[in-house]
């Protein structure tokens, strides 16, 4: 298993920009897919974005595509998630995730394609 610690949440003003942080330990970081998920209040938690293990490949939900960029600094164990022109809907607990058995970005579409998570950074989106 892994450890992940989320990073840079924060109140911010609709369309403003926030940079999230995820820090990894305890395996090969640059080895396996990692994800970017968030959990509104009595929402269920949904699939934000995801990469491989290399770096080369993205994927996105339709509701952030365009808007969100995550990316991945394996020299440094640390994944990314910039949101730009972020709205009031974007006000969850953000969750960085860890599928230690995938490579390819679509190794995480759903909850439960991760095996990792951390404990999440808030994100407030004020209108």
């Known amino acids: 298993q892994v450890q992940l610690i989320e990073s840079g949440g924060g109140l911010v003003q609709a369309g403003g920009s926030l940079r999230l942080s995820c820090a990894a330990s305890?395996?090969?970081?640059?080895?396996?897919?990692m994800g970017w998920f968030r959990q509104a209040p009595g929402k269920e938690r949904e699939f934000v974005a995801a990469?491989?293990?290399?770096?080369?490949?993205?994927h996105y939900a339709d509701s952030v595509k365009g808007r969100f960029t995550i990316s991945r600094d394996n020299a440094l164990n640390t994944m990314y998630l910039q949101m730009h022109s972020l709205k009031p809907d974007d006000t969850a607990l953000y969750y960085c995730?860890?599928?230690?058995?995938?490579?390819?970005?679509?190794?995480?579409?759903?909850?439960?394609?991760?095996?990792?998570w951390g404990q999440g950074t808030q994100v407030t989106v004020s209108s």
């Open positions: 995730a860890a599928n230690t058995k995938g490579r390819g970005a679509y190794q995480i579409s759903e909850a439960s394609d991760a095996d990792s």
């Open positions: 305890g395996r090969t970081f640059s080895t396996y897919t």
């Open positions: 990469i491989s293990w290399s770096g080369s490949s993205t």
